[in-house]
């Protein structure tokens, strides 16, 4: 494809940015209907190709995908280096090649940190629709990035929190987030532990670059519900043992737990049920013991995202 050629389709973060605005509800019921697509075998997804680039502590991984139910197919390509926000640069870093299904034709490029933030959000606020109780109260989330921020905007849409509980690693950040959400009106307070901000929380996220456990069974509730976005090769962890060990597990994809988690992998924990099972009416969701949802993130997510960027696109003049 000549350069001019991939110019003419290629959208920047700004312009998939305005395309998604306003479009959490949108996007809650894609996400859903992909994870129930998925565990009913409508999608037709391998488990994402991972390079290791141990030198600079990053990753390479490909996710291609295609779902049937809407004739969508797409790959995502995606960069982890940890290391790089020492450069001013995100962490995460990706790019989503958009096909036509039916002649293989590439229709977009499409900057994929927006897509990526809201569709594994939304994956999350599914689960939680599904696992957590309906008088939630408390949030935790754990990290302060993109993860956290989409999180916390995807979350709002289903459960009115009276108080968001934060903590990070780099205190500064944390800060930045909670004057964030007090300006949307909510009560939002900085942890300086891990414990404080996670032992009065109904709902917990833990959406952090770490490489060894941060979460003990000891400082949680019983009877909450952990969204575990974190930690996704089988070298990293985010929770101790003791503590998945001790809850109902759920994951979007039990291949790929199976193959990337290393809070699954290195616990040898057993997955109760893919949170499509849950949808598809399939699995029971145990709304009353300590559940935790085991997001990898799957292709299939950023095909419907990218396919609803896409629509938006042919429809506006961004």
């Known amino acids: 494809m000549a350069r001019r050629e991939t110019a003419d389709i290629y959208y920047d973060k700004e312009k998939v940015s305005k395309c998604l605005e306003g479009e959490w509800e949108n996007i809650l019921l894609l996400i859903e209907g992909a994870l129930k697509s998925y565990s009913a075998g409508k999608v037709s997804q391998p488990v994402r190709a991972a390079v290791q680039i141990k030198k600079h502590n990053g990753l390479l991984l490909a996710m291609p995908a295609y779902d049937s139910e809407l004739d969508s197919l797409a790959t995502k390509v995606v960069t982890v280096f940890p290391e790089s926000k020492k ?22 490029i499409l900057d994929g940190e927006v897509i990526t ?7 999350s606020a599914v689960a939680t629709k599904y696992l957590a109780s309906k008088e939630a109260k408390h949030l935790a989330i754990l990290g302060a990035g993109t993860q956290a921020r989409s999180h916390y905007q995807a979350f709002c849409h289903i459960y009115n929190f009276e108080k968001i509980f934060i903590w990070n690693i780099n205190t500064e950040s944390a800060i930045k987030l909670r004057d964030e959400i007090l300006e949307t009106g909510k009560q939002c307070v900085v942890c300086y532990t891990v414990k ?25 509730k019983m009877g909450s519900h952990i969204n575990a976005v974190g930690a996704p090769v089988p070298e990293w962890q985010e929770l101790e043992n003791d503590l998945i060990l001790s809850s109902v597990i759920y994951v979007d994809s039990r291949e790929a737990a199976l193959a990337e988690s290393g809070d699954i992998i290195q616990s040898k924990a057993d997955i109760y049920a893919e949170i499509g099972e849950v949808i598809l009416g399939l699995k029971h969701p145990y709304v009353h013991k300590t559940t ?3 997001s990898l993130g799957m292709a299939v997510e950023d095909v419907v995202t990218a396919e609803l960027v896409y629509q938006i696109l042919q429809k506006t003049n961004f």
């Open 292 to 294: 935790l949802f085991k």
């Open 117 to 123: 933030s809201m569709r594994t959000a939304a994956a």
């Open 196 to 220: 404080d901000a996670v032992e009065t929380a109904d709902i917990i996220v833990t959406a952090t670059m770490a490489q060894k456990p941060i979460l003990k069974k000891e400082w949680i």
């Open 87 to 108: 450069k001013g640069l995100n962490s995460v870093q990706s790019v989503v090649l958009l096909y036509d299904a039916a002649d293989g034709k590439l229709k977009a």
